[in-house]
């Protein structure tokens, strides 16, 4: 089944099916149209990132996209029966119930959740997490439609290059899976649309900035969930490795810091002599990491193609 949206604008109602990609503005050719003059041209996407999984993302509107009463100005996961709202016209989100699994049952309670697995695979798999550095001074000193225009500048280019590296996106929270020389090539695109935003967007209140991790390792790949709600995801330890290492990216004032298990896949000669030791959450013992920054990519991937 696919995912609908009811959308109701006075007397008008009618259903809408979630295909790949919807937009929605004041005047065609966006597939849902809302001829409300305070509703921008190019006022909101809503994107499919894998079967069951929809995003709502505000491409910079100026009065803004809310969902259940609240503005939004990062991509937003929507659930069953979340309303979105621009100005007088409301699209209910109306997501297909999960597919049955053969042996899964519930007991009476609403308490008790039956934990399901569908196609669960474990492989080998290098991990990025990316963090916008200040974000907080960022959303406290713009105005709701310059955070809004910025944040979907960002994704939009972010998204884009993370397709043209061959990543996959997991989750609007910063991480992505490739090989190792490829998430590397990745961090460094998703630098250089940081420059890019902060040549042409003046006045922020500080510099658009963001902070990189990469972990490799042996992570379990399926879809997971209770018998209301699942999703394709990875787990593991590998993938928390990779959100710690990000966070040591600012301890270590580096922009980007590798796992052993990903920079031992690159040539010795870039890493054996920067290497250091940190202790991460979760670790009893140090961990071996190779700092750098951003402007050293491109001398490593040289180095290593």
Same mark, same amino acid.
């Given at each position: 089944m696919t995912a609908t949206l009811t959308y109701k604008r006075g007397t008008e109602e009618r259903e809408i099916a979630c295909t790949? *990609?919807?937009?929605?503005?004041?005047?065609?050719?966006?597939? $849902?149209? $809302?001829?409300?003059?305070k509703v921008s041209r190019n006022h909101a996407i809503i994107r499919m990132l894998k079967p069951g999984e929809h995003y709502l993302i505000d491409v910079g509107s100026t009065n803004g996209t809310y969902l259940n009463g609240r503005r939004i100005v990062i991509p937003t996961l929507l659930n069953d029966l979340d309303v979105i709202t621009l100005e007088d016209? !409301? *699209?209910? #989100?109306?997501?297909?119930? +999960?597919? +049955? $699994? %053969?042996?899964?049952?519930?007991?009476?309670? +609403?308490?008790?959740v039956t934990m399901t697995s569908v196609g669960i695979e474990v492989e080998e798999v290098t991990f990025l997490v990316c963090d916008i550095r200040n974000y907080t001074p960022l959303s406290e000193s713009l105005a709701p439609s310059s955070l809004a225009a910025l944040m979907a500048r960002w994704f939009? %280019?972010? &998204?884009?290059?993370? @397709?043209?590296? #061959?990543?996959?996106?997991?989750k609007f929270i910063g991480d992505a899976a490739w090989p190792v020389l490829c998430a590397l090539r990745v961090a460094k695109r998703l630098s250089d649309i940081c420059a890019e935003v902060n040549r042409t967007v003046p006045g922020l209140p500080?510099? #658009?900035? $963001?902070?990189?991790?990469?972990? &490799?390792?042996?992570?379990? *790949?399926? &879809? *997971?969930?209770?018998s209301g709600y699942r999703e394709y995801t990875a787990i593991g330890d590998a993938v928390n490795m990779a959100f710690r290492f990000e966070s040591? %990216?600012? @301890?270590?004032? /580096?922009?980007?810091?590798?796992?052993?298990? !990903?920079?031992?896949?690159?040539p010795r000669r870039a890493w054996e002599r920067a290497c250091?030791?940190?202790?991460? /959450?979760?670790?009893?013992?140090?961990? !071996?990491?190779? @700092?750098?920054? #951003?402007?050293?990519?491109?001398?490593i991937l040289a180095g290593g193609e």
């Open positions: 790949a *990609l919807l937009t929605i503005g004041r005047t065609p050719p966006n597939e $849902i149209v $809302i001829p409300h003059p016209c !409301s *699209l209910t #989100f109306h997501a297909p119930p +999960p597919p +049955p $699994i %053969s042996g899964e049952h519930e007991e009476d309670g +609403p308490m008790t939009k %280019s972010a &998204t884009q290059a993370i @397709a043209e590296g #061959f990543g996959t996106v997991d500080c510099p #658009f900035r $963001i902070g990189v991790g990469i972990n &490799t390792g042996r992570a379990v *790949l399926g &879809t *997971l969930g209770g040591e %990216s600012k @301890a270590l004032g /580096k922009d980007v810091v590798v796992g052993p298990d !990903s920079y031992k896949h690159l250091r030791d940190v202790t991460v /959450k979760g670790k009893n013992e140090p961990v !071996s990491v190779w @700092a750098i920054a #951003f402007d050293e990519i491109d001398a």
